[in-house]
């Protein structure tokens, strides 16, 4: 059954389904739960197809606190996990707001380069009106405090807080149907943002374009029901529904749009 999953995805993520095996295969001998790193939706979902596949329980802890990226347990049935098993920690980053707000990239960027460390290692950062927040695997906190003390030349200092007291994030859906000349990239990126072909193009061609979380350079490539694409400076495309031909063979696609995040 484990090889006829990987037709059902793209050759991007076979690294990761191989990653998901190993842990499936680990729970199955060890008889005991296996907590992934912080993963994103679409890691989520091939593990979760994985684990039903295997009779596995996958749970994910975007089910008890609503995030993007996640960290998943997987488990033999008889596990029921708390939100303390996925061993996270939501940080409130303070700072002098009254002058500068932070922004989630400023804050990536920090992360990154200054501590030089994993993605794995931390989840969504929240930001809100005056409010920042960054989500991290607990073992972690400490390398987070100490190392992260000025974000974009501000003094910052980064406090444990519950969840309870999380930022939600609000984005803005918009869904609308679309004609399209065809699934490829290229003409699905320029009907939905009504961009010229050429525009359309050069965004993929500078690595702009994201699928499902992975970079695609390839102006063929052919978009499926259910995948999100990424466009940098656009925001988010996520294609819900084919609804059938025109007469003139344009094809009907209701799309949603997550105009920011």
């Known amino acids: 059954m484990s090889k006829e999953i990987y037709q059902h995805f793209a050759r991007e993520d ?4 191989d990653k ?29 197809t994985l684990g039903n596949n295997r009779g596995l329980a996958t749970f994910s802890s975007a089910d008890f606190v609503p995030t993007e990226y ?8 008889y596990f029921i996990p ?3 098993d996925f061993e996270m920690t939501l940080l409130e980053i303070k700072y002098p707001n009254k ?16 501590l030089g460390i994993d993605r794995k290692l931390f989840g969504d950062i929240l930001v809100s009106d005056q409010r920042a927040q960054i989500i991290v695997n ?11 003390q000025k974000v974009s030349k501000l003094p910052v200092v980064l406090e444990e807080c519950s969840f309870e007291d999380m930022i939600v994030s609000k984005n803005d859906y918009l869904e609308k149907e679309v004609l399209i000349p065809s699934f490829r990239l290229d003409a699905f990126l320029s009907s939905v943002l009504k961009i010229s072909r050429s525009q359309a193009t050069e965004l993929v061609e500078k690595k702009l ?19 999100l694409i990424s466009v940098r ?25 997550l105009t920011s995040k």
Do not use: C, M
């Open 14 to 17: 076979f690294p990761f389904i």
């Open 20 to 48: 998901g095996l190993e842990w499936l295969k680990q729970v199955e001998e060890e008889y005991r739960p296996i907590l992934t790193p912080f993963i994103n939706p679409h890691q989520v979902f091939i593990l979760k």
């Open 70 to 77: 996640a960290r998943v347990i997987l488990a033999p049935d």
């Open 82 to 84: 708390t939100l303390d």
């Open 99 to 114: 002058f500068q707000q932070l922004t989630h990239s400023k804050i990536l960027g920090t992360v990154l380069n200054r």
């Open 138 to 148: 607990q073992h972690f906190n400490t390398l987070f405090q100490d190392g992260i």
């Open 209 to 227: 374009v994201q699928v499902n979380y992975h970079i695609v350079e390839k102006l063929d490539y052919h978009v499926k029901l259910g995948d």
């Open 233 to 257: 400076r656009f925001g988010r495309i996520i294609l819900l529904r084919e609804n059938g031909q025109t007469k003139k063979d344009k094809i009907k696609v209701t799309v949603q749009l």
